[in-house]
């Protein structure tokens, strides 16, 4: 495949990782002799643009602009646009994110292109654009290809690719905006949202929280197993939604791919969504008072029990 | 005048909890191992147009795609609330999310005026997402997507929350608009999404639902090529007996062995 095209992504003035992922990606989908251009946009892309240089990188491009600072969809497609319009690509790769798949998916409706969101994997068959996603409750792979002639944009998972290591020798570069960016009909009226603090996907132990934990008080306890554990403390989109938790603690498909050398699942029934993001673990305890929850299918250790008389058992026993 | 509000509702494969074969040696889907559903996205979108109806007045249109599998999708949405439905002819099968769309916006045009175009925002296991972005660009409207609820509606225009990474935005767009409805909505509102209620059964269990043909049929850009098994994770379980002392040791020190 000659040349993929990586959209990476900016929140706040942070560089996600997951674009690193995708330019792993997109090099392993160039080959050898194909090359892969980077682009950046947003508020503050010229700062952070620099680990975007990896080995392999032909071009990366930042698209500075205060126009840029809160994600809408019409001037960040109009700068793909630009950036795409000297530089036509085969492929072109962003990060499964809730940026990712909405400009993903409106980048593919303009372009004609065919468009695989969420996708685990990219690649080729018959000398075209491939990708390909896990579904089904994980027990099918579909393989997508686009039509002749169409390129074709793919949103990448957490864990689809390597990010590379070390840095390469592209220039970074302005794209020149000109008028690219253009009125826009919506406009983010007000944000309330979270600056990440914590990164779970470091952690060697996790002690993670489902909704059996009842509430704070419950919460209180897998606190202090995760102290006793020197753990980072984990939990599920029911226990984020229900306020108990922030939004960086949230592991699951659109939160965190985590693999820790052990993992501790208090009061998780185990829904697919939640287990994509925690299958690979090397060490699964789950606790939970249904004989039946799906979670018992990923664990290694399987305690039927309540939560709040099995934690504080084990707590005796790491002398916390 | 009250708004007009379409809700795209699909009927889904219900992927979850999957026990035994799917796929046959074909790696075709194997009949009756798979039931489906009211896609629960779409469910939101509805009962997100049914509070807008109920708080403000409105009217509001299903709009579906081919012939009904095993649930009635869109007769279920009148026996929630909906004043009326439409299908626009085609396969979810046999094409792409850009084809779904183009035969989707087609039936939205035949409504007349419509304000807002409601739809879930994701369908991740054989679909690709984000039909509300095509939808979009069919009928040249502004999308917003992952809303999980309306902060203000106007005549003209709506902001819609928005469910991100890490919090909230409140985007504000003109009208008409396609919002993308995503998962969080209401799921911690036990009576929501609401039921379908007796009365209206009886009522709409004859009512019309019309189709719309497609005008022309687009050839889908992306092509599905094959669905392959994905083997099971070999994982060997041990119940531990949270009265057993001992075994919580054991099962304490060989877990953290290296952690
Ligand atoms: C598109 C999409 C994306 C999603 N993304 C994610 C994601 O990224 N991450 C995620 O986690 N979810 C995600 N979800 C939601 C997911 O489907 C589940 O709803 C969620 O994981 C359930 O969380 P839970 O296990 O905490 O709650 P529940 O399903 O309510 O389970 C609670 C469990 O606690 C047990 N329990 C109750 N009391 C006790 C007690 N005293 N002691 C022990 N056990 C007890 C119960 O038996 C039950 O099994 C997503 C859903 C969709 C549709
Ligand atoms: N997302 C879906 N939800 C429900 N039924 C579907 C879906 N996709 C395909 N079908 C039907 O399932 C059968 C097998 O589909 P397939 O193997 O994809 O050709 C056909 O009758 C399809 O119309």
């Not at chain 2, 039936?107 to 679909?127: C, E, F, K, N, Q």
Request: charged share 25%.
């Amino acid at each position: 495949m000659p040349r993929v095209f990586v959209v990476a992504e900016l929140n706040d003035g942070v560089l996600n990782d997951l674009s690193l992922q995708c330019i792993g990606a997109a090099r392993a989908m160039a080959g050898a002799d194909g090359t892969v251009v980077v682009l950046l946009p947003g508020t503050g892309a010229a700062a952070a643009a620099a680990p975007l240089n990896a080995p392999g990188v032909a071009e990366v491009l930042v698209a500075d602009d205060d126009r840029l600072a809160a994600y809408t969809t019409e001037p960040y497609l109009a700068v793909v646009k630009a950036a795409l319009a000297g530089r036509p690509a085969e492929a072109i790769l962003l990060p499964a994110t809730t940026i990712g798949n909405d400009l993903g998916a409106a980048l593919a409706a303009a372009l004609g292109a065919a468009c695989v969101t969420d996708a685990d994997g990219v690649g080729a068959e018959e000398g075209r654009p491939a990708a390909w996603r896990v579904g089904f409750d994980r027990k099918v792979r579909t393989v997508w290809v686009a039509a002749e002639g169409r390129p074709l944009v793919a949103t990448l998972r957490d864990g689809a690719a390597e990010a590379p290591a070390g840095s390469g020798t592209a220039a970074v570069e302005a794209l020149s905006l000109d008028g690219a960016v253009s009125q826009t009909p919506c406009r983010v009226v007000r944000r309330d949202v979270a600056k990440k603090t914590v990164n779970l996907r470091d952690a060697k132990v996790i002690v993670a929280a489902g909704a059996g934990v009842g509430g704070p008080e419950g919460l209180e306890l897998i606190r202090r197993l995760a102290t006793a554990l020197g753990a980072e403390l984990g939990g599920t989109r029911a226990v984020v939604d229900a306020g108990w938790m922030s939004a960086d603690r949230q592991i699951g498909q659109t939160g965190a791919t985590v693999r820790p050398d052990l993992y501790i699942a208090c009061g998780i029934s185990g829904a697919i969504q939640h287990r994509v993001g925690m299958l690979d673990s090397r060490t699964v305890i789950a606790i939970n008072t249904d004989p039946n929850a799906p979670i018992f299918r990923s664990a290694h250790y399987r305690i039927v029990g309540d939560l709040k008389v099995v934690i504080p058992k084990l707590l005796k026993l790491l002398g916390a | 005048m009250p708004h007009t509000i379409a809700v795209i509702a699909r009927e889904v494969w219900d992927t979850r909890d999957l026990t035994g074969q799917i796929l046959d040696e074909a790696g075709g889907l194997r009949p009756g191992a798979l039931q489906t559903r009211f896609d629960p996205e779409d469910l939101n979108a509805l009962e997100l147009a049914l509070r807008i109806k109920d708080a403000h007045g409105a009217r509001v249109v299903a709009v579906g795609l081919g012939a009904p599998r095993q649930v009635e999708v869109l007769r279920e949405c009148l026996y929630r609330g909906a004043d009326a439905a439409v299908t626009a002819t085609g396969d979810l099968a046999a094409a792409d999310t850009a084809a779904h769309a183009r035969r989707l916006a087609g039936a939205v045009r035949s409504l007349g005026r419509v304000d807002l175009l409601l739809v879930g925002t994701a369908v991740p296991d054989d679909d690709n997402s984000l039909l509300a972005r095509h939808l979009a660009a069919e009928l040249g409207w502004p999308a917003v997507s992952w809303v999980d609820a309306i902060e203000e509606l106007a005549v003209d225009r709506v902001v819609a929350r928005r469910a991100v990474e890490m919090g909230y935005e409140y985007v504000e767009t003109p009208l008409p608009a396609v919002l993308a409805v995503g998962v969080a909505l209401l799921e911690d509102d036990p009576r929501a999404p609401r039921p379908a209620k007796a009365m209206l059964k009886l009522k709409m269990k004859k009512a019309e639902i019309p189709t719309v043909p497609a005008t022309d049929e687009p050839a889908p850009l992306t092509l599905r090529v094959r669905r392959e098994a994905v083997p099971p994770r070999a994982i060997e379980t041990a119940t531990v007996d949270p009265e057993n002392e001992a075994a919580l040791r054991a099962m304490l020190d060989a877990a953290l062995k290296g952690a």
